[in-house]
């Protein structure tokens, strides 16, 4: 009888579908800590996932582990290559987030362009008289860069062309059909100087792509927004130019060090807004991530996993 560990919290549904599921053990380890549930570990033979790390070192200790479900999309913090060697197939739960990870960014956008944390701050500390400082700007003709033009990207592009914003595009690996109705720019550098926004949608690499000649090529009222993965903006750099007012406003859903300490430079600068990495945390996506992500379990130890969803190539 397989025996499953789910690590972090799992909507109800997903936990509803797995008691209906014949044949099948299971612990529940909602605490998101980083070590919480890697005492469960040496009796899986299943993993279920959300954000915590899964390293070679853990993975060596589950001698009877099969199959590794990732709650989500992004895989960055799960060692594949030592699944990999152990033919430990590698799941995700596929397209079911983009839309809300691209309506959080759209937030995140109007919220930054119309200084609403500065705004709800003064009046709760008493200043009326706030709502007269004129900083708060539309969006409305506005020029968006997004960087990363896949689904979310997309999404994006169409939330951002019903506020009127123009849309400029970067991602080299698309060919120039999928930017049907946006202008494709061949570089990042070169549309930097031309955009009121920044929005950052790439898959974790290994270096920082909006680093300080970046920054410097931005106009000063620019809002940069990332959704995507942390240490994709070089953070000390970016802190440097809030503090020179270089920078216009900044959206962040993610952090290069999460969760961030409280004395986090990003939170004495009241043009900044950073949510806690829950772009794709609605009630609905929740949902959907937690009913696919057990589904991926249960259709292995079935038989029949959609190959799709692996991305180690383990079938």
Known sequence: MPHLVIAGKLHPSGLNLL??????????????DETSYLEFLPKADGLVIRTQRLTAQHIATAPNLKVVSRHG?????????ALKMRNIP?????????RTVAEHTMMLLLAASR?????????????????????????????????????????????AQAFGIKVLAYD???????????????????????????????????????????????PRHAVIINTARGGIIDEPALIERLKQNKIGAVGLDVLADEPPDSDNPMFQFDNVI?????????????????????????DYFNGNLEPSLVVNGIS
């Open 73 to 81: 999309v992004g895989y960055d913090a799960i060692d594949e290559f």
């Open 172 to 218: 080299p690996f698309l060919s120039d059909g999928a930017f049907d109705g946006v202008t494709r720019v061949g570089s990042i550098t070169e549309a930097l100087d031309k955009t009121d926004f920044v929005s950052l949608h790439i898959p974790k690499t290994d270096g920082v792509i909006i680093g300080a000649p970046e920054l410097d090529m931005l």
């Open 115 to 159: 200084c609403l944390v500065k705004s709800v701050n003064a009046l709760r500390e008493g200043d009326w008289a706030q709502r007269n400082s004129f900083e708060p700007k539309e969006v409305f003709g506005k020029t968006l860069l997004i960087i990363g033009y896949g689904r979310i990207g997309q999404h994006l592009s169409a939330l």
């Open 90 to 98: 590698l799941t995700i739960v596929g397209d079911v987030n983009s």
């Open 19 to 32: 008691n209906k599921a014949d044949a099948i053990t299971f612990d529940y380890v909602p605490d998101i």
């Open 274 to 298: 950073i949510t806690p990495h829950s772009a794709g945390l609605t009630e609905e996506c929740a949902e959907r991530m937690a009913l696919v992500s057990i589904q991926n379990i249960l």
